[in-house]
């Protein structure tokens, strides 16, 4: 369900059930002559497009403008957009403290650019995760006042931790694919992985025609096709139901 189309008695449904609530994160970014300049973002909403048929989620609306950095192209005439990721943190503060207020407590947000080294983070990716803890901290301070974690009543917290359930699982930040989907899926910039993705999520920001093949990153492009897009939507998406339903 989309949250600008929800009603507020669906609303109060989603958070009563604790339904998860999905971010779509990425950049506008260049990706060679023949896709479209918001693939990273639209691999993640497409890919929503499926999942939402399936069970009960809230998807809010896309971010599309993080730190897509110049490593690739200079931006002129080729339509990257860099917002760096000083400038990223504040906003995703106040829009995780929002969603917290409303009543969310179940937020994860899935990020393609750059997250090939999760783990180690990258600028968009880092900004929301920092500013996901912040939130939380700022919100538990404010509903259980200071020494909140020292209380009796968290006496059970490392149990809670393992469980899964403490605090801080209120808001995490998911790359859209792991490093187990990496091993069976090409992971690349404007290359067969991306192209093919693009062919069977939006085939409108795909045009073989322009493929540039002095651009070594998009070179491998030549095989992309749908069935193997198909391949790593399933994997994603197996993926997406552990995170979000165990």
């Given at each position: 369900m989309r949250y600008e189309l929800m009603l507020p008695h669906q609303l109060r449904e989603a958070i009563d059930k604790n339904w998860p609530v999905i971010l779509p994160l990425g950049v506008l970014e260049y990706h060679g002559e023949h896709l479209g300049l918001g693939m990273d973002t639209l691999a993640v909403v497409r890919i929503l497009d499926r999942l939402e048929k399936e069970k009960p989620v809230v998807i809010l609306p896309p971010f599309y403008y993080g730190a897509a950095s110049y490593a690739v192209e200079a931006?002129?005439?080729?339509?990257?957009?860099?917002?760096?990721?000083e400038s990223i943190a504040p906003f995703a503060k106040s829009l995780f403290r929002g969603l917290l207020r409303v009543g969310f407590r179940n937020i994860h947000?899935?990020?393609?650019?750059?997250s090939e080294n999760f783990t180690a983070g990258m600028p968009t990716d880092l900004a929301f995760k920092f500013a996901g803890r912040q939130a939380i901290f700022e919100i538990l301070e404010k509903e259980r006042g200071e020494g909140w974690w020292g209380n009796k009543s968290m006496a059970d917290y490392y149990a809670q931790h393992a469980a899964g359930s403490d605090p801080f699982n209120w808001i995490k930040i998911h790359p859209l694919m792991t490093k187990e989907i990496i091993a069976q899926y090409p992971f690349d910039h404007a290359g067969i992985g991306e192209t093919s993705l693009m062919m069977a999520l939006c085939p409108e920001a795909v045009d073989m025609g322009r493929l540039n093949k002095e651009e070594w990153y998009s070179l491998s492009a030549e095989g992309a096709s749908k069935d193997i897009g198909e391949r790593g939507v399933s994997l994603?998406?197996?993926?997406?139901?552990?995170?979000?339903?165990?």
């Open positions: 931006p002129e005439r080729k339509g990257s957009v860099h917002v760096d990721s947000g899935f990020i393609h650019h750059q994603i998406l197996d993926h997406m139901r552990a995170v979000l339903w165990g």
